[in-house]
């Protein structure tokens, strides 16, 4: 047995962009044990059911995360409306569902330029960053804000996406297909980024259920999960499957985010051909909610959870958002296990970890 | 076209003593945890265990209503990924849970207020 040390892990480390700290036992270079530690930047969000009505609380929810931003606030609003019982208008699922795809895009966009510069490919990092910004663009042109988009409401959207706007996603989308067709040769079939990437941090789809591992980091371990299929917004309207894959390493993550980024493509075209001409984009909301709901949404990172209880008044009685990353840490943690004290940059990045959305 | 499975949320009413029961059972049965909350409703916590089957996409949660001062067993001898979800629990609603795998006494969370969406914070609004 080599001598044994703990290497603190954050919560400032050049691979996290925001903090998290990770006690690392490690045996020479082998790390034995990881024990993390949040809270942090906890913010009390869910406290805030007490100064807020349940209506300006699609505020406070959307300023979660800064990049799944959108899909907080659908999941938050698609939770009322299930106390309420009412049926959004149609092209109020359309618009959700075009904007969760943009959202989802923007953020595995993100993903993949920070993972391209955690195992040092910093040309990789900037293409993928700058291909980021033309869905950026989108986002700012449709929502008005680049990143909150502020666009949902209890009972629908606030905001339409009119025709010529559409055409100018779809352009943008035929552009960025083919630049991704571009960087997903070098991701899949680079010799460096396969050393870096391929049998690095297993884990098997026994080890994603008992530790509960949510979204893309589950899927690549062949975990068919995709809350996407429980029929929200557009989504049932919309031909699609959970893309898998059952390598359960760091290559096998990477693997799943970009075809998730075809495959938003993909549902962005459909959702745009199939969007009615017209129609409302909300409907009126009366009274105070009643009652209790879980709502499950398929944030980029994940399954996402979001518990409304309410007693008919204006403040609700509880708010409760359980982020992918909250449910991914756990197994970032076993992954980390007798793995190499180099590859732990990169482990941690792999999860797609989002700690503002655990503070929240 | 896809499967689109919708199935209705399940909520089951337990006893705290049958906590460690039905999770290990469901867990048995093939679901997996989710996720665990407590609320603080009329003097009473409420906690809610959430577990997910998978295959069929079903949710089944199950909910323990005690009083503030009843001590409940962790579940994270069953289920190793509860331990965030019965840490947060304990720090900012100030449930009493015995036995939590890693325990990180009260410092899960940096704040400088001891529970503060448990019965401490109700006191303070009368």
Known sequence: MGKRSVIPFGPQHPVLPEPIHIDLVVEDERVIEAIPSIGFIHRGLEGLVDKRDFNQMTYVVERTCGICSFQHGMGYCEAVEHIFGVDIPDRAKFLRTIWAEIGRMHSHLLWLGLLADGFGFENLFYQCWRVREKVLDLQEMTSGGRLIFSVNKVGGVMKDIPADMLKIILTTMDEVEEELKEMKKTFFNDYSVQSRLKGVGVLTKEQINRLGAVGPFARASGVVSDMRTLGYAAYPMLDFEPIISEDGDCYARCYVRMQELFQSIDLIRQAVAKIPAEGDLAVAIKGNPDGEYFMRVEQPRGEAFYYVKANGKPNLQRMRVRTPTFANVPGLCEMLKNTELADVGLLVLTIDPCISCTER | ?126
């Open chain 2, 1 to 126: 076209m896809g499967e689109i499975r919708n199935p209705e949320n399940i909520l089951e009413v337990i006893e705290a003593d049958d906590l460690l029961k039905r999770s290990l059972e469901l867990t048995k049965s093939g679901y997996r945890f989710s996720q665990a909350c407590a609320a603080f409703v009329d003097g009473k916590f409420e906690l809610s265990y959430s577990f997910s089957d998978y295959e069929t996409y079903q949710l089944h949660n199950l909910r323990v209503v005690i009083d503030p001062a009843t001590e409940i067993p962790s579940i994270t001898e069953i289920v190793p990924a509860a331990v965030f979800y019965e840490n947060e629990m304990k720090e900012l609603f100030g449930v009493k849970i015995k036995m939590i795998n890693l325990d990180y006494e009260n410092k899960l969370y940096r704040i400088r207020q001891e529970a503060p969406m448990g019965p401490q914070k109700t006191e303070e609004e009368n």
